[in-house]
Nanobody, 129 residues
Framework: QVQPVESGGGLVQPGGSLRLSCTVSGPMLNYYVIGWFRQAPGKGREGVSCISFGDSSTYYSDSVKGRFAISRENDKRTTYLQMNSLKPEDTAVYYC??????????????????????WGQGTQVTVSS
């Protein structure tokens, strides 16, 4: 059974940086995309970024484009989310999850949470002075 585990969250001041990690155990053969999502208190889960296993294409939500960067280790089991120029509105629990759909099949739903399965437990990111 695939199990992602997130780490790297914490408290950071506005304008600061954090790097989140997601390490996946278990068989990954049936998964094609790994994504980062977040959920702020009282809000729904939001897609932040994802990367395709096949060609390493990356995708970002408009709210983080230019500030966040997703990357993967060569062994493909660890994915990172480098978050720079953090804002208070980035405060949320951050999750990683895998999709059994290819990036091409996902199309404009590539950051839609309901297209992903095998969720981790999340890591808290708090941006505050």
């Amino acid at each position: 059974q695939v199990q992602p585990v997130e780490s790297g969250g914490g408290l950071v001041q506005p304008g600061g940086s954090l790097r989140l990690s997601c390490t996946v155990s278990g068989p990954m053969l049936n998964y094609y995309v790994i994504g980062w999502f977040r959920q702020a208190p009282g809000k729904g889960r939001e897609g932040v970024s994802c990367i395709s296993f096949g060609d390493s294409s990356t995708y970002y939500s408009d709210s983080v484009k230019g500030r966040f960067a997703i990357s993967r280790e060569n062994d493909k089991r660890t994915t990172y989310l480098q978050m720079n120029s953090l804002k208070p509105e980035d405060t949320a629990v951050y999750y990683c999850a895998l999709s059994t759909w290819s990036a091409r099949a996902l199309g404009d739903k590539i950051l839609a949470p309901d297209m992903y399965a095998a969720w981790g437990q999340g890591t808290q990111v708090t941006v505050s002075s």
